[in-house]
Every structure is written in structure tokens, then in C-alpha cells.
């Protein structure tokens, strides 16, 4: 199976869950740019389910759109567990979702240092029941389509599993 396919399955199987259970989901994204929420609506169905999606690839995207604090960024840095739950914990609060997840990384060629090398991607997950966590993964691979399309799969996965 393709990664593209995956990923199609994936946002599917959301689209499925989620529609037949009244629920609806929102992203919150930084390094993938919106990609999240395209695969989302490229789905058939996905009005009924898809509440909105945030971009916010910048730090003040971030403080501004979904209420991340400013020194939270300035302390851990926008790629850091603290940030991604933090964006998904404000995708949840200015939506009518009752699930989102957030994705910050570095998709590279460059940015990457030693301690927040090219690849590294956190991931947010919130819901309504008030689960708020974070997963850190690194791509390492170290190209820039291969991270971000990664990440696109690694959070839809992840929303998949927090619809239960």
C-alpha cells in the first residue's frame, strides 16, 4: 500500500468513525502546513466531521489563533511536547470539535541542531473528556517531503485511535 493510500484510509476511516458516532475533529498544524485537514476533506462526508483546521506556522500563529503562551514558546521552543499540547488543548477550545491533534516539527532541509535535529515532530491530541498528551517522533530520513508526509500520516493515525 502507498503512503498516499495510507493516508487516504486513514482520513476515510476518520471521516467513517466519526460521522457515525456525531463527532467532529479539528487539527491544529505548523510543519504540515494544512495537509492534515486536506487529507480530511478530500473524503467524502468530511463537512459532516471536519470542524475546522488551524495553520499556524508561525509563533505568533500559534499565540494568537490557538492561545499557546508566548513564554511556553520562549521556554521549550515551538517544536516541544509543551507546544503541541498546547495547540491541540487550543484547537479544542476554539472549535466545536471533540477531537483535534496538533503537529509541530522540523521538515528541514535545514533548521534541524543537535537536540532538535531534522525530523523531529511533536505531536497534540485533545478531546472533550480532557486527555491532553503529546508523542515525539523523529523521520529521519531528513527530506522535507518525506517528514511532513509522515507527520500527515502519524496524526490522522493518532486521531483515528482517539475516536476509539
Not at 4 to 25: C, F, N, P, Y
Not at 126 to 134: E, K, L, T
Not at 136 to 148: K, L
Request: positive net charge; contains cysteine.
Amino acid at each position: 500500500m502507498t503512503q498516499t493510500h495510507r493516508i487516504w484510509s486513514l482520513a476515510q476511516a476518520i471521516i467513517d468513525k466519526a460521522g457515525a458516532e456525531g463527532m467532529m475533529v479539528a487539527s491544529a498544524e505548523s510543519c504540515t502546513g494544512g495537509m492534515i485537514t486536506a487529507a480530511l476533506t478530500d473524503v467524502p462526508g468530511a463537512s459532516a466531521v471536519v470542524e475546522r483546521g488551524f495553520v499556524t506556522y508561525t509563533n505568533e500563529a500559534k499565540t494568537e489563533m490557538l492561545g499557546v503562551p508566548a513564554e511556553v514558546i520562549a521556554k521549550r521552543g515551538a517544536v516541544s511536547g509543551a507546544v503541541a499540547r498546547a495547540m491541540a488543548k487550543g484547537a479544542l477550545l476554539n472549535s466545536r470539535a471533540d477531537v483535534a491533534v496538533s503537529v509541530t516539527g522540523i521538515a528541514g532541509p535545514s533548521g534541524g541542531t543537535a537536540r532538535k535535529p531534522v525530523g523531529l515532530v511533536w505531536f497534540g491530541l485533545a478531546d472533550r473528556n480532557g486527555v491532553i498528551r503529546a508523542e515525539r517522533r523523529v523521520f529521519a530520513d531528513g527530506s522535507r517531503d518525506f517528514v511532513r508526509t509522515k507527520a500527515t500520516e502519524t496524526a490522522l493515525h493518532l486521531m483515528l485511535t482517539a475516536l476509539g
